[in-house]
């Protein structure tokens, strides 16, 4: 609670002792309003006029009894809940005994010590505003978790799209092509019903299937002539490397499934673990789907973007060899959907 918000809030000293007053409006007069009166009858009759936030009730007045004032008050529908602190000179258990037995909140001893004063009352303050402004509170709470939350979000998508575009970028030949195998897994989701969540799970793994790339040279990346053995076996290794470095996202074990896997065959004649079936993740098998589609239908150093009937007749005869059937069924039929062809770069 700020100090503007103590400042709104009341304070009331019911007192026969001028001097306490006079301390009380001294220690706390700065920070709320305080107002005193001596006597329970006009402690009373100050309460139907006008409304308080705490009380500070002498042990001793000169008309009647502290405590039964206290409970005459708590018996209030209005007053049911206000806070009362007791202030008294008697340090015995005795007194603090009936006081809690009374209801009170706390007690305040004399002779005062300022810093002690204030720090009660503006626990007790604190705590009574946030009684009567829980839900507004919540309410307020909710919503700064959801713009953390929503922020987080940003910045964990963006740092995700920096490291896909980092890996594309060096090949000029792939360019885009993390962001396409990405967004066609995801229509692949989309397509066999998952949820949003699963939807976008799968599409942030199809940003990064290719990260480990990072680890391989641009000389072999980029070469435009028939890889050699030895070539081919360090680019095969863009897998394990993708697959390590994802590891450490503790927060999303799933996402180095697509890096890993992703070049493993339905049939087992795969990499880097030879996988077979439904022995595959099927994050990597819809992967593998849409990485093997963007890879025909965008252009290479050694081709063209191939027509769209040959990309049909290449996924159908991929399907049950390198492609799970029921993925590439699906894929086949986005194909057929697709009649201006214009899923591809």
């Given amino acids: 609670m ?26 706390l007069g700065r920070k709320l309003h305080v107002s ?22 002498a042990d001793r007045l000169p008309d009647r009894n502290s405590f039964d004032l206290l409970r005459t008050i708590h018996a209030k529908e209005r007053y049911r809940d206000l806070p009362i602190i007791i202030v008294t000179d008697d340090h015995s258990q005795k007194t603090e ?22 720090k009660k009352v503006e626990q007790v303050l604190e705590l009574e ?12 709470q909710t919503e700064l978790a959801a713009e953390r939350l929503a922020s987080s979000q940003r910045l964990y998508e963006e740092t995700i799209m920096a490291l896909a575009k980092t890996v594309d970028a060096k090949d000029r030949y792939t360019r885009g092509h993390s962001q396409r195998v990405a967004t066609y897994a995801k229509f692949l ?6 949820s949003q969540e699963e939807q976008q799970r799968i599409y942030y793994m199809g940003l990064l299937h290719d990260i480990g790339k990072i680890g391989v040279p641009e000389a072999i990346l980029r070469k435009t002539s028939r890889l050699t053995d030895e070539e081919y076996a360090i680019i095969k290794q863009h897998t394990i490397i993708g697959y390590n470095i994802l590891n450490y996202v503790a927060e999303f074990p799933e ?18 673990d030879a996988l077979k079936g439904d022995a595959i993740p099927v994050y990597a098998r819809i992967i593998a789907v849409a990485d093997t589609y963007d890879a025909m239908t965008s252009k290479r150093s050694y081709r063209d973007i191939l027509p769209q009937d040959v990309v049909h007749r290449e996924i159908e005869k991929a399907r049950g060899q390198q492609l ?22």
Avoid at 97 to 118: C, E, N, Q, T, Y
Avoid at 255 to 272: F, Q, S, T, V
């Fill in 324 to 345: 799970d059937p029921s993925y590439a069924d699906i894929m086949l039929l986005i194909i057929d959907s697709d009649k201006g062809y214009r899923l591809h770069e």
């Fill in 2 to 27: 700020d100090l503007m918000q103590l400042k709104q809030m009341s304070l009331l000293v019911v007192t026969g002792e001028p001097t306490d007053c006079q301390q009380l409006q001294l220690y």
């Fill in 97 to 118: 005994a009936a006081s809690a037995m009374a209801g009170a909140f706390d007690l305040i001893r004399k002779p005062f010590i300022p810093i002690i004063v204030v």
């Fill in 129 to 140: 505003y946030l009684n009567r402004n829980l839900e507004t509170e919540v309410r307020r």
């Fill in 255 to 272: 996402l180095k499934i697509g890096a890993r896997w992703h070049h493993e065959r339905y049939d087992g004649n795969g990499y880097p």
């Fill in 189 to 194: 989701a989309h397509r066999l019903g998952w």
């Fill in 36 to 57: 005193c009166v001596a006597t329970g009858e006009e402690a009373l009759t100050h309460l139907e006029r006008q409304p308080v936030d705490l009380l500070l009730l």
